[in-house]
């Protein structure tokens, strides 16, 4: 708990209106979209990386955690105060700062959600690939710190490859800025790497710079259905060895189609067992020619219907399935076990088939449902609240098997709490002890949002 005299201080730094302990408020900090909540003591909005920095600055004198907070969407329960302390909610920091059409960058506050960036950025002309399916919620801020990936990452990478530079108020309030404007810089350690992805942990990110792209002449979507997820799988493996390189390539198996169909009350697929969505884009003639290779591919795979969106309703129609995938999950079950392994492609097939079998083995539902084209599954252990323990062995198992196929345990979730037991199945002891170190040494105190990623005694 806060004693009164800090409370005031806080309320000074930030302004009486922008510090509150109202418990209402309070619950409204206490959670992500995992599902996990822990209650904060009070919820600070600054305005400035003066503001946080003087924030911080008290942290460690009086030694209280602090949270950093963009729009509480995390799979992994980053956002959540689970050793209590202070929210540090980035959401008055939302102003997009600059876009310099020359030299194609743009400037924002963490604040910003990811969407509307996109949409300003595209009504010039110009482009910001990182596209996660969060992106008309989530925030700069928290892309950052979670190295968001999405829909087009197979085409254009994760949100590192956009970021070349930072403003972050380190642990212990010292402001500092990384990297710079230009496509090149190797001036020192690369820093802005270090800040992209580390969870809110190593600093409160309060300016961000990124790198934009022209925006592609033309884009176009289609999406078939399968008898099977093995045809789906050959078919978006063909797809990639046959020299297109599609900005998004989505599969959805059979359990994530039919809870769609029920949430929709629509029958989108004939009873199919799998489904691909999948995007090109660039010049016109290319996504045409494209467009139309990956039907033949698609077909010859098997796929028993392929309708092609050609108009922006029909797209939007097509992407309305994957994007109520996760809402239409909880009509399935109460709870769901959400994790994103990340498999070399080709074994897509294989991780598939063995998470079906750790599912039959379980005798629980595990829907899938990802980016295929960089082999980034979302596994959904659908379960009742008695069911956590068997979950958790059975994500513990698909981890295994990912591991084993020469992937990772997170794509682009991150550890936060939710995998922070699992993170010493994937690194070893000596890679876990240098990153604890470098916490160290930029978090003496251990007041940026404790408790997460590391389990304690790894
Ligand atoms: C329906 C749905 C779909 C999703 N799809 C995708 C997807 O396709 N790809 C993907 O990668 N993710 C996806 N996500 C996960 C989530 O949206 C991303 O991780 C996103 O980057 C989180 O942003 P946020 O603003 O909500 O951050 P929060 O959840 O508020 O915070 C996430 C982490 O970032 C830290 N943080 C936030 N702001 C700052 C800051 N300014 N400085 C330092 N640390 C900060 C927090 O402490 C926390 O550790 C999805 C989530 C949902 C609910």
Redo the contacts with the bound molecule.
């Keep these: 708990m806060l004693k009164p005299s800090v409370l005031h201080k806080l309320k000074t730094i930030v302004g009486h209106e922008h510090l509150s302990t109202v418990p209402e408020e309070l619950v409204a900090y206490s959670y992500?979209?995992t599902q996990r909540e822990a209650l904060p003591w009070a919820v600070a909005r600054p305005a400035s990386a003066n503001e946080i920095s003087q924030l911080l600055v008290l942290a460690n004198q009086e030694r209280f955690p602090v949270?950093?907070?963009?729009?509480?969407?995390?799979?992994s329960g980053?956002?959540v105060p689970t050793e209590g302390g202070v929210v540090l909610s980035?959401e008055r920091m939302r102003r997009i700062l600059e876009i310099d059409e020359e030299n194609m960058v743009a400037v924002v506050e963490?604040g910003v959600v990811t969407g509307d960036l996109q949409r300003e950025v595209e009504s010039r002309g110009l482009f910001y690939p990182p596209d996660?399916?969060?992106h008309q919620?989530?925030?700069m801020?928290?892309?950052?710190?979670?190295c968001?990936?999405?829909?087009r990452a197979v085409k254009y990478g994760v949100t590192k490859d956009y970021v070349l530079g930072l403003e972050v108020v380190l642990p212990t309030g010292d402001v500092i800025t990384t990297g710079a404007r230009t496509a090149k810089s190797v001036a020192g350690y690369d820093l802005t790497k270090l800040m992209v992805g580390s969870?809110?942990m190593l600093?409160?990110?309060?300016k961000i710079i990124v790198k934009l792209l022209p925006l592609p002449e033309s884009v176009r979507t289609q999406a078939a259905f399968f008898l099977s997820v093995d045809d789906a799988a050959r078919a978006a493996s063909k797809i990639l060895t046959s020299r297109i390189l599609p900005r998004a390539l989505e599969f959805i198996d059979h359990a994530a189609l039919r809870a769609v169909e029920h949430y929709l009350k629509e029958d989108l697929s004939d009873g199919a067992m799998a489904m691909l969505i999948v995007e090109v884009d660039g010049p016109e003639e290319t996504t045409a020619r494209e467009n139309s290779k990956i039907a033949d591919i698609m077909a010859a795979c098997g796929a028993t219907r392929v309708s092609k969106a050609d108009s922006a309703s029909e797209r939007e129609q097509l992407w309305k399935v994957r994007r109520s995938i996760?809402p239409a999950l909880y009509t399935i079950k109460p709870k769901k076990v959400n994790e994103d392994i990340v498999v070399p492609r080709s074994k897509i097939p294989d991780i598939l088939r063995e998470v079906g079998d750790i599912a039959k083995r379980y005798g629980i539902l595990i829907v899938n449902f990802g980016?295929a084209g960089d082999g980034n599954i979302h596994t959904n252990i659908m379960i009742d609240e008695s069911e956590l323990q068997k979950a958790e062995e059975a994500a513990k198992e698909i981890f295994a098997a990912a591991l084993r196929m020469g992937g990772s345990i997170s794509g682009?979730?991150?550890i936060?709490i939710a995998k922070a037991p699992y993170l010493p199945m994937e690194l070893k002891p000596d890679a876990l002890a240098a990153m604890r170190r470098i916490k160290r040494a930029l978090d003496p105190n251990n007041i940026l949002?404790p408790g997460?990623m590391f389990s304690p005694g790894d």
């Design positions: 992500d979209a949270v950093p907070r963009g729009a509480g969407t995390g799979m980053g956002s980035l963490p996660p399916a969060s919620f989530c925030t801020g928290g892309n950052i710190a979670e968001a990936g999405g829909l969870e809110g600093g409160v990110v309060t996760s980016h682009e979730h991150g936060g949002n997460k």
